[in-house]
Every structure is written in C-alpha cells, then in structure tokens.
C-alpha cells in the first residue's frame, strides 16, 4: 500500500512539474487545421447552467484544463478550455470555446462530477432523449482532447445525476424515471 501511495505520489508531482512547465511556455503560438467550434455566446442565448471554477489553485483533483462548461437554451454545451486543451482544440484566433456535444442531440441538464478514488472528474451530459454522454476524464487529463462518449450506459430514461462521497472514493448515480439508481462509475471509465 506505501509502495502504491509513493508511486502515485510521484506520477502527480511529476505530472504537476510538466504542466508547471507547460504553463510558462508562450500562448502565441497558433496551429492552423480543421476545428468543431462555432461562435461564442451571444447576447441573444440565455444560459440554463454555467459550472465555473473547475481547476483551482487549491484543489487535490487532476486538471481538466477547462475554465467553464455552459448549457445554453439551444442545447448546446460551450466549454471554454485553457492551456494544453486550448491548444489542441481550438485550431484559430475566431473562437474561445468548443462544442463537444453537439453532434449527440441537444442537452438538458450538465454536471461536473468525480469518480472511484483517483481524483477523477468529467463532464456528463443528461440529453434530451434521456440518455447520458461524457467525456473522457482519462482523454483530458492525459491526452488534453475532448472526446465524448454517447449514450455511457446504454439506457434512454435518465432524469438526474447525483455524485456520492464515500469514505475513500467518489461514485456517481444515474437516476432513472422509474426511481431506479444506476451506478455509473464503469461506463465513465473509459
């Protein structure tokens, strides 16, 4: 168990050292390709949810590299992404954000939830269908990409997402409009 908490101990700190580094590269530097983004928010969409303070000086969690994500009356979610996942996403100076989501339908509700005890965190999306897609907490946080995977469980009848604290770790709850809990922690897992 020592030998474990000193090997994850030190993956972190270098992990930590390598985005430090990262950091104080400059931004100036723009790669030109194909992008998903579409314009900012404008004045005439109304946001449903905003979820701001995602990565923060003080917290334990891995970087997700996103400042905030925003579901807005039309459906669609706006993540805005900072350092390697800017990066990597956004291929030109016209836009600040990106729509992962988009092609999976239209959204009703978003949450930025933890899972098992690893320090974990994702993006879930509950759609309009009743389904739940996400992305990748292991493609953000090691690759900084943003990859969505639709419909996690396989089921339509989602109405609510809950995140449980337990002792040690983190799980999180499917609720289904039959009242039925569906531990998600698996299908999150890829």
Do not use: W
Request: charged letters at 30%.
């Amino acid at each position: 168990m020592k030998k474990t908490i000193t090997v994850m101990m030190t993956i972190l700190m270098i992990f930590a050292m390598t985005l430090g580094m990262s950091a104080c590269k400059a931004s100036s530097d723009k790669e030109e390709g194909d992008a998903k983004q579409e314009p900012a928010a404008t004045d005439t969409e109304k946001i449903v949810t905003s979820i701001t303070d995602i990565d923060t000086e003080d917290m334990t969690d891995l970087p997700l590299e996103i400042e905030s994500v925003t579901l807005l009356d039309d459906g669609s979610v706006r993540i805005v992404p900072t350092g390697d996942l800017k990066k990597n996403e956004i291929k030109d100076d016209k836009t600040d954000a990106i729509f992962p989501f988009k092609e999976f339908g239209r959204v009703k509700q978003i949450y930025l939830v933890r899972f098992g005890n690893g320090g974990y965190r994702t993006v879930l999306a509950l759609m309009e269908d009743g389904s739940l897609s996400a992305l990748s907490a292991k493609e953000l946080i090691e690759d900084h990409i943003a990859v969505v995977k639709p419909n996690i469980s396989g089921r339509d009848n989602y109405v609510s997402v809950e995140e449980v604290k337990g002792e040690d770790s983190y799980q999180v709850i499917g609720k289904t409009e039959d009242g039925e809990e569906i531990e998600l922690d698996f299908s999150l897992n890829f």
